[in-house]
């Protein structure tokens, strides 16, 4: 019997690749698989790719609660934005996952900016990409982590090693980047149906307006205060430009 685990939000787009991913891992158990809209329908039916592994044939999505939740040893969230932090109050004890950015800035207001005024600032977590300085100690120590961004990993991976190696400096970065529109999750919407985009590509969010803009700046401004010897002595936190 490996660490039993739940998944809140599981019949999302991130959340059916956590499924699989989940069930490939020898050390974990898969407990509680909740997904709001889709509580009652069979995990198969909303993830087909699913279909045939023991762990999700003849299953169900539960209702997305915190006492569906509260048996797992270690609970994964793959929920809108917004939506993480709510729940998580109602699980004060628990250890988490949260795949959201509801946890992941650590400035109140590049949130409010990026996400709404009205949204709730929720404060930060660990943040979950080891590969960062200090990162693996404080992800092993804490027990709740943010897992980054798809576009920010993408791009911290990337910059990071060479801003500590001293070979770019913030100034020189700008960032372009593309995805399917998967990203954008199962809502619809007419500028995502396949009609729209099949064959075509288009800007969203440039100019500085990218929510994941940032997720990043934070972290590369944390590798150059590691490496202070990368940085030239006027550098001031990282700025990016994201196309």
Known sequence: MGIRVAVAGASGYAGGEL??????????EIGAVTGASSAGKPVT???PNLTGHPAFDGRDFQATDASTLSAAELIFMALPHGESAALAEQLPDALIVDLSADFR?????????????????AGRWAYGLPELPGARDAIRAARTVAAPGCYATTSIL?????????????????????SGTSGAGRSPRPDLLASEVMGSM???KAGGRHRHTPEIEQALTEVLYFHPERARGDSPPVTISFT
Do not use: K
Request: hydrophobic share 55%; proline share 6%.
């Open 158 to 178: 990337a910059l990071a090693p060479l801003l500590a190696a001293g070979l770019a400096q913030p100034a020189d970065i700008v960032i372009v980047a593309a």
């Open 202 to 204: 288009s800007a969203y």
């Open 45 to 47: 039916e909303v993830h």
């Open 19 to 28: 499924l699989r991913l989940l069930a490939g891992h020898p050390d974990l």
């Open 105 to 121: 800035l650590g400035d109140e207001q590049a949130w409010h900016r990026f996400y709404g005024a009205d949204v709730r600032y």
